[in-house]
């Protein structure tokens, strides 16, 4: 895979001798790739990613995989901060109010078996936006198909049902909290944030299901 290199100004180096360890997916929400390529080359916007992929399924860099991309913001995962330092951003093309695309999501898999292969990132440490910072971020939204990932090995399965859980907020924060979600939120936007990424279908309030889908369950590689 060789995608299109169309640089950025908005890096700069990884701090503290970091390398990716994570990979965090995003959606542009703009009206089309080009646009969203502009911003994230516009020194005046101050973001970028290191790559994006079109709704027909062009790839762009625009910037190097060993630099530190604007992308992220403030979160963090597993207790990390600096999400920028130990990640890998991609952008998709998409306005989050319809679904991905088949050659979006066919670069976007063979992407992350080169990324993940390149940097020895395992399947849990590919995260979306929203999952590292709950409740200011929404992408890449409810309309991204994380089981197909799930199903290929490029992002870590949902739990496997435990011994009856109890329906407590703090069971469900423990558990949250086991797969690196930062628990500093309202219950309400932790519980958004991990039925955006296991449970889009999700409604109401806490149930089993909840705590089902976000345990760390025996098939995790």
Known sequence: MTPIWHPSPNFGPRRDGLQPTLVVLHYTAMGDAESALRRLCDPAAEVSAHYLIGNDGCLWQMVREQDRAWHAGAGTWCGMEDINSRSIGIELDNTGAHPFSEPQMATLEELLVSLMNRWAIHAE?????????????????????????????????????????????????????????????????????????????????????????????????
């Open 125 to 221: 440490g590919v995260i979306g936006h929203s999952d590292m910072a709950p409740g200011r971020k929404i992408d890449p939204g409810l309309r991204f198909d994380w089981q197909r990932l799930e199903r290929q090995g490029l992002a870590a399965p949902r739990g496997t049902p435990p011994a009856q859980d109890p329906e407590t907020m703090d069971r469900f924060r423990a558990l949250a909290q086991q797969r690196g979600y930062g628990t500093d939120v309202p219950d309400e936007t932790l519980l958004a944030a991990t039925r955006a990424r296991y449970r889009p279908w999700g409604t109401g309030p806490l149930d089993q299901a909840d705590l089902v889908a976000v345990s760390v369950g025996s098939g995790r590689t």
